[in-house]
């Protein structure tokens, strides 16, 4: 069974930086996906980014510029670099990785999310 154990989540001032960790252990290869999303009290959740096993990336508009993924895809961990956080940055965040489960079908795999919280 995959795990993913992530972490450095915690309390920062408006402008400053965190950077989030997710490891996946229990998987056979390496990943297909690894993403961040991140989940605000009463909101639906939200793609924050996404790095594929090529290396490519995507992120929401409302993180462009001032968030950076990145991944070790030999040992499944991916990384969040979060810089001049903004209160409404304020959420769970949650990663998510997507491995091969069978030849032709693949299978999620989340955290249990890490809360960061951006006070002005």
């Known amino acids: 069974q995959v795990q993913l154990v992530e972490s450095g989540g915690g309390v920062v001032q408006a402008g400053e930086s965190l950077k989030l960790s997710c490891t996946a252990s229990?998987?056979?290869?390496?990943?297909?996906?690894m993403a961040w999303y991140r989940q605000a009290g009463g909101e639906e959740r939200e793609l924050v980014a996404m790095?594929?096993?090529?290396?490519?990336?995507r992120y929401a508009d409302s993180v462009k510029g001032r968030f950076t993924i990145s991944a070790h895809d030999t040992e499944n961990t991916a990384y969040l670099q979060m810089d001049s956080l903004k209160p409404e940055d304020t959420a769970v965040y949650l990663c998510?990785?997507?491995?091969?489960?069978?030849?032709?079908?693949?299978?999620?795999?989340w955290g249990q999310g890490t809360q960061v919280t951006v006070s002005s």
């Open positions: 998510n990785a997507r491995f091969w489960w069978t030849s032709a079908s693949s299978r999620d795999y």
């Open positions: 790095i594929y096993g090529s290396g490519r990336t």
């Open positions: 229990g998987n056979k290869g390496s990943f297909i996906t």
